[in-house]
């Protein structure tokens, strides 16, 4: 059984750069059989798909986002990390990472059957 | 991208009842790729359902998945004290994937 556990700051300032990780255990991330997801939610903007990595390389991201986003696998710590540059309060949100079956190979076509427990970051002066 | 729908934005019933979440695509999900997920305050979201109708694993029969193109629905046939929570849609048939608002189940 996969669990998943979110780690990062809390609480960044505005126009820096938020790193976040996930530890994954009960599988490799190195496994064909999963994409690694992010996906955020506030109370504004409801739950909403920041992105997906294989273990192939591929990643896709949200449009919206995609030119200030990285998601990168540490596969020597078994970890899924994300990074977003140039943040703002808009990006005040749970950060949640999550596993998707591999079943249609598109990290953009994926549902999410397990989910970590989610990070708060809120994003302030 | 595809918007998704969801009513009501609250169904208030009592335990022992049958409850029908309706989930509506801006344009049709292909092949039925929508997923159920339920949320209770302070977790994160469980999967339900994928596939339109494939119920995860661990997820008692109770739980039921239907529809195709531009409607779907979500039945809870008896509610359980436990099924009390937030449900959310989400579509994977087209890119970016994306989730619907949410029905709220409550105790009426």
């Known amino acids: 059984q996969l669990r998943l556990q979110e780690s990062g700051p809390g609480l960044i300032k505005p126009s820096e750069t938020l790193s976040l990780t996930c530890t994954v255990s009960g599988d490799s991330i190195t496994t064909n059989n999963y994409y690694w997801g992010w996906i955020r939610q506030s109370p504004g903007e409801g739950l909403g798909w920041i992105g997906s990595v294989h273990y192939s390389g591929t990643t896709d991201y949200n449009p919206t986002l995609k030119s200030r986003l990285t998601i990168f696998l540490d596969t020597s710590k078994n970890q899924v990390s994300l990074r977003l540059t140039s943040v703002t309060a808009a990006d005040t949100a749970v950060y949640f990472c999550?596993?998707?079956?591999?079943?249609?190979?598109?990290?953009?076509?994926?549902?999410?059957?397990?989910w970590g427990q989610g990070a708060l970051v809120t994003v302030s002066s | 991208e595809i918007v998704l729908t969801q009513s009501p934005g609250t169904l208030s019933l009592s335990p022992g009842e049958r409850a029908t979440l309706s989930c509506r695509a801006s344009?049709?999900?292909?092949?039925?790729?929508l997923a159920w997920y339920q949320q209770k305050p302070g977790q994160a979201p469980r999967l339900l359902i994928y596939?339109?109708?494939g119920r995860a694993t661990g997820i008692p029969n109770r739980f039921s998945g239907s529809g195709f193109g531009t409607d779907f629905t979500l039945t809870i046939s008896r509610l359980e004290p436990e099924d009390f929570a937030l449900y959310y849609c989400?579509?994977?048939?087209?890119?970016?994937?994306?989730f619907g608002g949410g029905t709220k189940v409550e105790i009426k």
């Open positions: 596939g339109a109708s």
């Open positions: 344009q049709g999900v292909s092949s039925g790729y």
């Open positions: 989400q579509q994977y048939g087209s890119s970016p994937p994306t």
């Open positions: 999550a596993s998707s079956p591999n079943y249609l190979w598109s990290g953009s076509h994926v549902f999410f059957d397990s």
